[in-house]
Each structure stands twice: as C-alpha cells, then as structure tokens.
C-alpha cells in the first residue's frame, strides 16, 4: 500500500496529517505535483514533480497507482479513474469517494460546471475546518489501519 497525493491543491493542514501519519506507519507517501514543494527529510515521503500542463500530475498517479493505494484528490475524474483500478480515494475534506457514489458526484460535478459557466453560481467551497480536518484524519488512520 502507497498514498499518492494530487498535492497541488492538497491543504497544508492535510499534508501536514499526511506526513504524520506516513512517519508513523511506514507507509510511503507519494506527493505529485507541478512545482516543488517543502517535505519532511523522511525516508517514507516523496515528492515526484511532473511538468506543469493540464492533468500531467492526474495522469501520473494513474498510471503509477496499484489497487488498494490510497489516493488523496480533490478533483473527482481522478477519483473515478483510481476506483476502477481498485485504489482508495479521499478528497481532503475528508470524504470517501467509492464505486456506489462516484458517479453521482461525478454528476454534480458537471451541473456545478454548467452552473458557473452560466453565471448561476460561483465561488468554491467554504475554507477547510477543524471537523473536516478531522473526518480526514479519521478516515485515513481507519484505511491504514486495515493494511
């Protein structure tokens, strides 16, 4: 098992459980990403820098993650694409993705777009808090725990 991580976007406070967490258990813990990136001198985390270009890092840990990894993603296609390898996928707010309910959020996903794109909507989610920091610590001690 391996945690990958779209780290581009990924929270500071996320990485920062991340990095706790891979020291702790050992796990590698695999940051992807466009643009260098400050990481703890650890053995069990890395930092793969891919070039900058529309989903260059996506299509990294796609074609890099095995079934049971873990992947931390907010963009939900990349969600999707590592269900069906038969990876984990989590967005940092804490919310697992699984196989029952990608296709729905995948269908929010795009209204939302259309929405935007219309003017009828804008704006991003409200700012990343505690309790969601929490349901995302929970969520992954609960996944590397099955390992």
Same mark, same amino acid.
């Given at each position: 098992?391996?945690?990958? %991580? ?6 500071? @406070? ?6 706790? @967490?891979?020291?702790?258990? &050992?796990?590698?813990?695999?940051? %992807?990403?466009? =643009? ?13 820098? %891919? ?28 969600? @999707?694409?590592?269900?069906?390898? &038969? ?20 269908? *929010?996903?795009?209204? *939302?777009?259309? *929405?935007?794109?219309?003017?009828? @909507?804008? &704006?991003?989610?409200?700012?990343? &808090? ?8 929970? =969520? ?8």
């Amino acid at each position: 098992m391996q945690i990958w %991580v779209d780290s581009d976007a990924c929270p500071v @406070a996320i990485k920062q459980i991340l990095f706790k @967490a891979s020291r702790r258990t &050992g796990v590698m813990l695999t940051l %992807v990403a466009n =643009h260098s990136q400050s990481i703890p001198n650890d053995k069990s985390i890395r930092l793969q820098l %891919v070039e900058k270009g529309f989903d260059v890092a996506d299509n990294f840990i796609v074609k890099n993650v095995v079934e049971r990894d873990i992947v931390v993603t907010g963009d939900i296609p990349l969600a @999707a694409e590592v269900i069906e390898l &038969g990876a984990i996928a989590i967005n940092p707010r804490g919310e697992l993705y699984t196989q029952e309910t990608i296709r729905s959020r995948l269908n *929010m996903r795009d209204f *939302m777009e259309v *929405m935007r794109d219309t003017g009828l @909507a804008s &704006g991003g989610p409200a700012p990343l &808090g505690t309790k969601e920091k929490q349901r995302f610590a929970n =969520h992954l001690d609960t996944l590397l725990a099955k390992r």
